[in-house]
């Protein structure tokens, strides 16, 4: 770092820009093709409905976040032309052309991600009420500080990025110190592999390693979010002590919360949690020699300081003293005996508290769909309807969808955590009734092949991992016991 330019952190800048756009361009191709069986129009959650309260209720419009559809009626064509729109832009950054320009340009495209965005994300109800949702939006808020290829990135605006990891990290850590004890007596991952929202192709193997690598795992997680992250600010120490020493430092902290990522990338599907959190580690590492070299200040103009256009580095340090201000809500919860988690202080979503898995469900229970054309429910025979990513038939591989975000599969894993069924859930089984279209495409398998079944009913299991032994003999993957009928048989009147 060189005062005010960070000169050698060109290339965590590209990483950056890129891999934030390309995690917009993912979540706009979300919503284009889930948003409106889910909220559109005719939607399980209508978002009109919920945007015509919001009109009609004090109440409802201190609780809506700002969203583009306060000023103009929502239609599911409108939000198609959103999700457009936000995918242009973000394949656009993705290649850079953007950055080419002036550091004005790549500032209005990602304050155009992040107004658009949030637009969504504010009426998204409980299908948009993740983490990694405002964690994307503050992503992309600070990527429009980054600047252009013409000149280093600013070195408060790198600061901030490493303050949003921190967050992220250190949050997610004292969370789980807080939560449940199975992270305090380091049993957490015997059951996480196996209980987790979605598994991946290889979460029944890592599941099946033995408990006390799944106790080493436990320590590692703690040690990468209690310990590592205060080394991400090692770098400012470059500033006033010679030597790579404090560079190598951040490097390093940055290396080990990518690898430990980078394993939970493999081993679930967590939407785009972690590669967001890979893309900004990045922000702390410096590669000297990649960058521009800041200009001697003797031979720079007044309007250049550390090779950095006046304006911009306004406009920089402005964002950091908002920040400054925004940051002590976050700070404090960090510390705080009640912790919140995934929380916003302030309507646009930046300096936000995070945190993830204070505790860890011990059995996995999973809601079953299923249906039938027979007229008699109680004699009848009953075929499932199958999820992109949940599990329901025991012999397949889950599949790895990261970061592709399938947000009625993960509601679905909530729905057995719930004291009751979920409003959205009801309307979803009318919709199997109708046999809706728009509906039957967020499954991965109609058994009805798109004509109306007579009958629809959710049922529990109890779904664990077959042990090596029982794969050999049944070729299952799962093995799943009965819990009980959950709601009806339902039929159309």
Same mark, same amino acid.
């Given at each position: 770092?060189?005062?005010?330019?960070?000169?050698?952190?060109?290339?965590?800048?590209?990483? #950056?820009?890129?891999?934030?756009?390309?995690?917009?361009?993912?979540?706009?191709?979300?919503?284009?093709?889930?948003?409106?069986?889910?909220?559109?129009?005719?939607?399980?959650?209508?978002?009109?409905?919920?945007?015509?309260?919001?009109?009609?209720?004090?109440?409802?419009?201190?609780?809506?976040?700002?969203?583009?559809? %306060?000023?103009?009626?929502?239609?599911?064509?409108?939000?198609?032309?959103?999700?457009?729109?936000?995918?242009?832009?973000?394949?656009?950054?993705?290649?850079?052309?953007?950055?080419?320009?002036?550091?004005?340009?790549?500032?209005?495209?990602?304050?155009?991600?992040?107004?658009?965005?949030?637009?969504?994300?504010?009426?998204?109800?409980?299908?948009?009420?993740?983490?990694?949702?405002?964690?994307?939006?503050?992503?992309?808020?600070?990527?429009?500080?980054?600047?252009?290829?013409?000149?280093?990135? !600013?070195?408060?605006?790198?600061?901030?990025?490493?303050?949003?990891?921190?967050? #992220?990290?250190?949050?997610?850590?004292?969370?789980?110190?807080?939560?449940?004890?199975?992270?305090?007596?380091?049993?957490?991952?015997?059951?996480? %592999?196996?209980?987790?929202?979605?598994?991946?192709?290889?979460?029944?193997?890592? %599941?099946?390693?033995?408990?006390?690598?799944?106790?080493?795992?436990?320590?590692?997680?703690?040690?990468?979010?209690?310990?590592?992250?205060?080394?991400?600010? !090692?770098?400012? #120490?470059?500033?006033?002590?010679?030597?790579?020493?404090?560079?190598?430092?951040?490097?390093?902290?940055?290396?080990?919360?990518?690898?430990?990522?980078?394993?939970?990338?493999?081993?679930?599907?967590?939407?785009?949690?972690?590669?967001?959190?890979?893309?900004?580690?990045?922000?702390?590492?410096?590669?000297?020699?990649?960058?521009?070299?800041?200009?001697?200040?003797?031979?720079?103009?007044?309007?250049?300081?550390?090779?950095?256009?006046?304006?911009?580095?306004?406009?920089?340090?402005?964002?950091?003293?908002?920040?400054?201000?925004? /940051?002590?809500?976050?700070?404090?919860?960090?510390?705080? %005996?009640?912790?919140?988690?995934?929380?916003?202080?302030?309507?646009?979503?930046?300096?936000?508290?995070?945190?993830?898995?204070?505790?860890?469900?011990?059995?996995?229970?999973?809601?079953?769909?299923?249906?039938?054309?027979?007229?008699?429910?109680?004699?009848?025979?009953?075929?499932?309807?199958?999820?992109?990513?949940?599990?329901?038939?025991?012999?397949?591989?889950?599949?790895?969808?990261?970061?592709?975000?399938?947000?009625?599969?993960?509601?679905?894993?909530?729905?057995?955590?719930?004291?009751?069924?979920?409003?959205?859930?009801?309307?979803?089984?009318?919709?199997?009734?109708?046999?809706?279209?728009?509906?039957?495409?967020?499954?991965?398998?109609?058994?009805?092949?798109?004509?109306?079944?007579?009958?629809?009913?959710?049922?529990?299991?109890?779904?664990?991992? /077959?042990?090596?032994?029982?794969?050999?003999?049944?070729?299952?993957?799962?093995?799943?016991?009965?819990?009980?009928?959950?709601?009806?048989?339902?039929?159309?009147?």
């Amino acid at each position: 770092m060189d005062g005010f330019a960070a000169v050698d952190f060109e290339f965590a800048r590209q990483v #950056l820009q890129r891999g934030i756009a390309a995690l917009f361009l993912v979540a706009f191709v979300s919503t284009l093709n889930q948003f409106r069986p889910l909220l559109g129009e005719h939607g399980l959650l209508p978002a009109p409905e919920l945007l015509s309260w919001a009109r009609r209720s004090q109440r409802g419009q201190r609780m809506l976040r700002p969203t583009l559809f %306060h000023f103009v009626t929502y239609t599911d064509r409108r939000l198609v032309a959103l999700c457009w729109a936000g995918i242009a832009v973000s394949a656009a950054l993705v290649c850079g052309i953007p950055q080419l320009l002036t550091p004005w340009t790549p500032m209005v495209c990602f304050l155009l991600l992040w107004l658009g965005y949030m637009s969504i994300v504010s009426i998204g109800q409980t299908f948009y009420g993740f983490g990694w949702e405002m964690l994307l939006l503050e992503a992309g808020f600070l990527a429009a500080f980054l600047g252009s290829d013409a000149e280093p990135p !600013a070195t408060v605006v790198i600061v901030l990025l490493w303050w949003l990891v921190f967050r #992220l990290e250190f949050g997610a850590g004292m969370i789980k110190i807080r939560g449940g004890r199975e992270w305090r007596d380091l049993t957490a991952l015997t059951y996480h %592999h196996e209980t987790q929202p979605m598994p991946g192709p290889l979460s029944r193997q890592a %599941h099946l390693l033995p408990r006390w690598f799944h106790k080493l795992e436990v320590v590692g997680n703690h040690v990468a979010q209690l310990v590592v992250p205060w080394f991400l600010f !090692a770098p400012l #120490l470059g500033l006033v002590v010679p030597g790579p020493g404090p560079a190598i430092a951040g490097a390093v902290a940055a290396a080990i919360i990518i690898a430990t990522q980078l394993w939970l990338i493999v081993t679930g599907n967590f939407a785009w949690l972690n590669w967001a959190t890979v893309v900004l580690a990045f922000s702390a590492i410096g590669l000297p020699g990649i960058g521009a070299p800041s200009q001697d200040a003797t031979s720079e103009p007044p309007w250049i300081v550390d090779a950095i256009p006046l304006p911009w580095l306004l406009v920089t340090c402005a964002v950091g003293v908002l920040y400054l201000v925004l /940051s002590g809500p976050a700070l404090k919860n960090l510390f705080a %005996h009640r912790q919140l988690m995934n929380a916003s202080f302030n309507r646009w979503q930046l300096a936000n508290a995070y945190g993830a898995f204070g505790t860890v469900t011990k059995q996995r229970i999973e809601i079953v769909v299923e249906g039938t054309a027979e007229e008699d429910p109680d004699a009848a025979t009953w075929r499932a309807y199958e999820f992109k990513g949940k599990p329901t038939d025991v012999r397949r591989i889950p599949r790895l969808f990261a970061p592709y975000h399938l947000r009625l599969d993960w509601l679905m894993w909530f729905l057995p955590l719930g004291r009751s069924l979920d409003d959205w859930f009801t309307v979803f089984l009318v919709r199997l009734l109708q046999a809706d279209a728009p509906t039957l495409r967020l499954l991965a398998r109609d058994p009805f092949g798109g004509e109306r079944p007579r009958w629809v009913r959710a049922v529990a299991y109890r779904y664990r991992f /077959s042990t090596r032994a029982e794969f050999r003999r049944s070729r299952e993957r799962w093995v799943r016991e009965w819990r009980g009928e959950v709601l009806g048989p339902l039929a159309l009147r």
